[in-house]
T-cell receptor
Framework: NAGVTQTPKFQVLKTGQSMTLQCAQD?????MSWYRQDPGMGLRLIHY???????DQGEVPNGYNVSRSTTEDFPLRLLSAAPSQTSVYFC???????????????FGPGTRLLVL | TQLLEQSPQFLSIQEGENLTVYCNSS?????LQWYRQEPGEGPVLLVT?????EVKKLKRLTFQFGDARKDSSLHITAAQPGDTGLYLC??????????FGTGTRLQVFP
């Protein structure tokens, strides 16, 4: 199993450009999520999905869109990039959110985004 | 917004020393997890604690969940350079959301 994969690893954008960060998992996990990591702030939840066709907002959803058309893929779209979106983005998945608290989250290697 | 505060923010110690990292909140969590993250990689789960007062040991690492399920601590005995990394606590606020702490960056020198 490849686990959770993310592409690209690095990206530089100009203000106003749009792009999609890709995330895929091959573990048949129901739950997938996107976080951003900024210095001194830990990881903050952007959007999450409890299954194909179902998405919801996390702590910091503004400026980002998601969709979940398949169990495996959960892309994150930046509609109009802003310098405040410069960050490291992590995708994570877990087997199920229904099995109670403390489900193990498996993280991808991250995408480093710089918005100029 | 629920906050998980970690302290200290940075910790630099010599090999063989003991250390404790704290994770505190005013909110109650159904469970709390500890992750370690190395440079250029995503976080990796170390442990999950679920019951108030629970203590779990993982070799030289001891994790404790507060009685009121609002705080947790991670104690490392005889730290080694391989323990170097960013330690993150994360609290489950419901069945489908995990809130991460601000992180503690640990550097262990040989």
């Amino acid at each position: 199993n490849a686990g959770v994969t993310q592409t690209p690893k690095f990206q530089v954008l100009k203000t106003g450009q749009s792009m999609t960060l890709q995330c895929a998992q091959d573990m048949n996990h129901e739950y997938m999520s996107w976080y951003r990591q900024d210095p001194g702030m830990g990881l903050r939840l952007i959007h999450y999905s409890v299954g194909a066709g179902i998405t919801d907002q996390g702590e910091v959803p503004n400026g980002y869109n998601v969709s979940r058309s398949t169990t495996e893929d959960f892309p994150l779209r930046l509609l109009s990039a802003a310098p405040s979106q410069t960050s490291v983005y992590f995708c994570a998945s877990s087997y199920s959110w229904r099995t109670g608290p403390g489900e193990t989250q498996y993280f991808g290697p991250g995408t480093r985004l710089l918005v100029l | 917004t629920q906050l998980l505060e970690q302290s200290p923010q940075f910790l630099s110690i010599q090999e063989g020393e003991n250390l404790t990292v704290y994770c505190n909140s005013s909110s109650v969590f159904s469970s709390l997890q500890w992750y370690r993250q190395e440079p250029g990689e995503g976080p990796v789960l170390l442990v999950t604690v679920v019951t108030g007062g629970e203590v779990k040991k993982l070799k030289r690492l001891t994790f404790q969940f507060g009685d009121a399920r609002k705080d947790s601590s991670l104690h490392i005995t005889a730290a080694q350079p391989g323990d170097t990394g960013l330690y993150l606590c994360a609290g489950a606020t419901g069945p489908d959301k995990l809130i991460f702490g601000t992180g503690t960056r640990l550097q262990v020198f040989p």
